[in-house]
Each structure stands twice: as structure tokens, then as C-alpha cells.
């Protein structure tokens, strides 16, 4: 830890935001007031949080868990985020890579992102959400 009221713990962690807490292996938080945790996660945003395997929260106020979230900057301002990517090794054709996406994201509208191949459990899901409109006001 190497900035004011900053904490880190484990093997390769570096809290470099004031006040943030990095845990864990190879964990990092440059942003204040952030909180890494888990391995090689990056809470780059203030008052984010990353946790799981190789996450990255880029945005201020920001949750993400899981595994190999979506880094790119039109995800800076989603609040909450679960990634589900994977690392896909190397073949005799190709160097193996990152393969980074999200299973579910809300951003600062409140508006909600679901990814699935599953095009049956995605009808089911949104006919219980209109189900629920005759039971809770949606509208602002």
C-alpha cells in the first residue's frame, strides 16, 4: 500500500488509491476509496469494487464479480456488472487470448443487460417481468 489510509494484503497486491484496499493475488486499486479483491481483479474507478478472477471495474461506483467482464469504456458507466468470460488457451492455429463478456449488466439508468444463448429462458424471464408489471409501478 502506498497511498494515505490505503491496505493491502497478500502476494502482489498494490493499493494505490487513498483510502482503497486491495486483497488477494495480484489485485490492484488505483482508484480512491476502491476495493480489489480475489486474483489479479483491478478496481480502476472510485469507490469501485472488483472481485472474483481478472475483473476490471473502470467506472466510479462500480460492482463487478465474476470472471472476465467487458473492459471496453462504454462500460464505465454501468453500476453493477457480472462477467462471465474465459480464458481460451492456445491452439497450433492461434495464441491463446482473453475472451472477455457479461452474463448480466445494469447501468446508471437502471436499465438491465442479460446475455444468454438460452433463447427459451430469456422468453420465460421477460414473461414474468411483464407478469410483475400489473404488480409493481415500473414507471418513474
Do not use: M, W
Amino acid at each position: 500500500a502506498n497511498a494515505d489510509y490505503s491496505h493491502a494484503e497478500g502476494a502482489g497486491t498494490k493499493a494505490a488509491g487513498i483510502g482503497s484496499h486491495a486483497e488477494g493475488n495480484g489485485t490492484e486499486t488505483p482508484g480512491q476509496y476502491s476495493h480489489a479483491e480475489g486474483k489479479e481483479t483491478q478496481a480502476r474507478g472510485g469507490f469501485s469494487h472488483a472481485e472474483g478472477y481478472k475483473t476490471v471495474a473502470l467506472g466510479d461506483y462500480q460492482h463487478v464479480s465474476g470472471k472476465y467482464n467487458l473492459t471496453g469504456s462504454q462500460y464505465k458507466d454501468y453500476l453493477f456488472i457480472v462477467g462471465n468470460g474465459e480464458y481460451i488457451e492456445a491452439s497450433a492455429s492461434r495464441p491463446a487470448y482473453e475472451s472477455r463478456s457479461n452474463a448480466f449488466a445494469i447501468d446508471k439508468f437502471g436499465n438491465i443487460e442479460i446475455v444468454s444463448d438460452n433463447e427459451e429462458y430469456l422468453n420465460d424471464y421477460f414473461s414474468h417481468l411483464l407478469k410483475l408489471n400489473h404488480i409493481i409501478d415500473f414507471h418513474r
